[in-house]
């Protein structure tokens, strides 16, 4: 049975553990993996942002920049996204949105300019992808906004992190760095009940620890928080069933399964009607 938490936000409180909570994805980019940039038009994704709260989603995540692994690195200039070309892509949908949604909106950056600027425009979690590796200022910006924040383990950029040797204990290595986010985290002010962990599904993992770790997701709970897991469309599951993102909602839909009778408390999905149901059914035979 998964442990409750309470996640304290502005315009309301959510409950974590008694049902799965479902976070759909809004990429607003041109190169996302998984879309190919099909809202990345603001009128576009504000009809999407619309689509995923009515088809059941509790929290709306908008990303500016793509953690697709790309052949070049930031240096070469191809897919670096700098936080004014983020905040161009984000601003208008959240704008565009004020006042349409019922559901709490999260932010997809690890740039603490990006998360604050969003935070002033109605955004009510920050999803850290780097868990304040990359910009420590994020967590400043949670501890100031008062705002939850999560913190999920990479084991580098995105350009890079596919072409690292594997680790040789992915479990010591998320434990570590969760640990250190979580210290950063409040060092800089951020309440300790404000935080959500996410060890990286795909980011930087072998297929295989990709399996693992949703299969072990309880050696997290020492750490007593929030457990988020984000498996949609990801190429583990490509890979094992011999088919392109567009076609993993099979996939997808058992991999969220075990996640959440393995402790999930969120999942991060694209396709959040089918995954509703699906997270449904589990929480009737798993909750109590």
Known sequence: MRKRFTLKLRSKTLELGRRTLIMGVLNVTPDSFSDGGLYYATEKAVE????????????????????????????EGERYVSAQQEQERILPVLEALRGKLTIPISVDTYKGETAGTAIKAGAEIINDISGLKFDPEVATVAAESGVPIVLMHTRGRPEVMQKMPPSSDIFSEIASSFNESVREAERLGVSRDQLILDPGIGFGKTVKQNFELINHLDRFETFNLPLLVGPSRKSFLAKTVNRPANELLIATSAAVTASVVRGAHIVRVHDVRAIREACDIVDAITVE
């Open 48 to 75: 999407r942002a619309l689509q995923i709260e009515a088809e059941g989603a509790d929290i709306l995540d908008i990303g500016g920049e793509s953690t697709r692994p790309s052949g070049k690195s930031y240096g």
